[in-house]
């Protein structure tokens, strides 16, 4: 019998999960995703960035600008890495996390405090922010391995329909 030969690696597998989960987030403007993975490639743990349990999402404000701080989603939106982080019901000290966004600091700071010892990401689109250079520094000095995903990028359709 003969293999397959176009069957995609793990690296594939898991950013294709994480860009998936993304697809979760009901926010108009950035979708994220994130994917938790033991050593032995095990998924431990998805998230995708969206608002805290038990907040209403069409009560809660998700546009980027607005005179008042309060008005926007920045201080209410709980992130993708975050979301995997809190939603792991394993121990997830040592394994790696795929996500469609360069970590910002705050989630640099949680993935350094959960023992997530590789970050491997699709887009680095803020990395050069203030917010991504501080995440940099940190995830460097903690000695967390950051690799910037290359391979295949499924395509995923956002205007999907439900049946």
Known sequence: MEL?????????????????????????????GACIVSQDNRVLSLGYNGM????????????????N????????????????????????RGSKIYVTLFPCNE???????????EIIFLSDTHRDEPSGKASDRLLSTAGIKIT???????????GLKEN
């Open 107 to 117: 989630c640099a700071k949680a993935i350094i405090q959960s023992g997530i010892k």
């Open 148 to 158: 910037k995903y290359v391979g295949r990028v499924p395509k995923i359709d956002y």
């Open 52 to 67: 805290p349990r038990g907040c209403d999402d069409r009560e809660m404000p998700w546009g980027k600008t607005d005179p």
């Open 4 to 32: 397959c030969k176009n069957h995609i690696s793990w690296d594939e597998y898991f950013m294709g999960i994480a860009k998936l989960s993304s697809l979760r987030s009901k926010d108009p403007t950035t979708k994220v």
């Open 69 to 92: 701080p309060l008005n926007t989603k920045y201080l209410y939106v709980v992130h993708a890495e975050l979301n995997a982080i809190l939603n792991a019901n394993k121990d997830i």
